[in-house]
């Protein structure tokens, strides 16, 4: 359906996701503990509201605003990790020459250029198709900053840039409009964002990925995988599980604990 609607023209690319559910009764605190051992990540969090919690192991920054500069990191290309290190390093090479994964990297690239254009100027890719390591996969990772104009307020810049589009796809629009069509489920916290805003200004919020939330003594966690013309389906789903498995290995080792 994804590709079909790539074929038509409708978007170049979309991020269809899968949430997975299961009961749960156990300390959920423990399975941060593990998460965050298994699959350290720049953004580490715990949050209990009482009736719900929602922690995870975030590899990527929704937006980043400090001293008059944002930044968008976008994650797009992903391998999964083969657990040898020496084979891994060829994996990411092969990773770096993918014509399919790179496409996509660059669509969201462009996609995090234009949006920071909305509210800055001298929009930067400072780093460009970086090879990063995670517990379980491979990512692509770039880093797009610009000047924000004078006087522009942060919850302007959050307005014209959120969801991720690393989430949703290009363009961003009729992207989320096929995805809130297709998918059975309302996304709910899954591609929301969590961190922090300061007086200043200052905003630092990760992407809610590889996060849980607890509710009801259910664990409900979900992933997703974008989708080109060129895509295999069989190869997108793999990927999801790809994403989703240091969750599933830190709630296998939090029994243990």
């Known amino acids: 359906l994804g590709k079909d609607h790539c074929k038509r023209g409708n978007v170049f690319q979309i991020v269809f996701s899968r949430r997975f559910s299961q009961k749960f009764t156990g300390d959920e605190f423990n399975v941060y503990r593990a ?17 719900f919690k929602l922690f995870g192991s975030s590899p990527e920054a929704q937006l980043v605003v400090k001293n008059n500069k944002a930044e968008i990191h976008p994650i797009a290309g992903t391998f999964r990790r083969t657990g040898n290190d020496e084979e891994d390093v060829i994996l990411a090479k092969k990773l ?28 930067t890719v400072e780093k460009y198709r970086e090879i990063q390591f995670f517990s379980h996969v491979i990512h692509l990772v770039s880093k797009v900053t610009s000047m924000l104009h004078s006087k522009v307020k942060t919850m302007q810049i959050v307005s014209d840039t959120f969801p991720a589009g690393t989430l949703t796809g290009a363009p961003k629009h009729k992207a989320l409009q096929i995805i809130n069509d297709v998918e059975t489920t309302n996304r709910g916290f899954y591609g ?20 849980f939330l607890s509710k009801n003594h259910t664990l409900h966690y979900q992933a997703g995988a974008g989708i080109v013309e060129s895509s295999d389906e069989k190869s997108e789903l793999n990927e999801v ?3 989703l498995a240091a969750l599933d290995k830190a709630l296998d080792s939090a029994e243990l604990i």
């Open 192 to 211: 929301g964002a969590i961190g922090f805003m300061d007086f200043n200004g200052n905003f630092n919020h990760a992407i809610m990925i590889r996060t």
């Open 241 to 243: 599980f790809h994403k």
């Open 35 to 51: 998460l965050r051992s298994i699959n350290p990540s720049p953004y580490l969090f715990y949050f209990d509201y009482g009736s």
């Open 96 to 123: 770096l020459e993918d014509s399919k994964e790179n496409s996509e990297h660059v669509m969201l690239v462009d996609l995090a250029r234009n949006d920071l254009s909305r509210n800055g100027n001298e929009v």
